[in-house]
């Protein structure tokens, strides 16, 4: 049972910082004015107004279907890592491995997926757009509205800054993990 749910935690601890990355770093980023609006509407915080191509608004509706799962998985995720940390919170020596291993995974899978993408940024965001929009409604001329409010270079500081902020969590979680190793060692 302790394997089980430790690596279940593993699975779900890089998810989790990864999404939550990602909310972070898209709420603090400054966005231009149709950027936001955008953000807005694939959040549903409001009516889209600006004057997007009905290819391009399919895409946004289907965006919104994908942001919608992010959402999904992380609660899911935090229900998970919650539910797997109360289990274990009289079991301190168990605590603690939870959070080692879970860093060390979460640095570890960011770590290749930042390295896959830094040497093939173009490809792996092709690859997830074909895994998440499998019907091609993705590819859009260099003059259209919406590759002009979400250039590649939006994704691409959006997504560095995302790794890096979870790589940052990762090192937390296992900075944590060796602290809790002495606090408990110096009470036993």
């Avoid at 895994?131 to 250039?151: A, E, H, K, R, V």
Wanted: proline share 2%; with cysteine.
């Amino acid at each position: 049972m302790k394997k089980t749910l430790l690596i279940i935690f593993c699975i779900f601890l890089p998810i989790f910082l990864l999404l939550f990355s990602y909310k972070i770093v898209l709420g603090i980023s400054n966005l231009t004015e149709n950027q936001q609006e955008t953000i807005n509407f694939l959040e549903n915080k409001q009516e889209l107004n600006l004057n997007y191509t009905t290819n391009e608004i399919s895409h946004l509706e289907d965006v919104k279907k994908v942001i919608s799962f992010i959402d999904y998985l992380f609660y899911l995720s935090l229900i998970i890592i919650t539910l797997i940390t109360t289990h274990y919170k009289r079991n301190k020596k168990q605590l603690q491995k939870l959070i080692k291993y879970g860093g060390i995974t979460t640095l570890v899978s960011i770590g290749l997926i930042l390295l896959f993408s830094l040497f093939a940024f173009n490809s792996t965001f092709t690859i997830f757009h074909k895994i998440f929009f499998p019907q091609g409604n993705w590819l859009f001329p260099t003059n259209s509205l919406i590759i002009q409010t979400f250039p590649i270079d939006f994704f691409i500081g959006i997504s560095v800054k995302m790794f890096i902020l979870t790589i940052i969590l990762g090192s937390i979680f296992i900075s944590l993990s060796y602290y809790l190793k002495n606090v408990y060692r110096k009470r036993s």
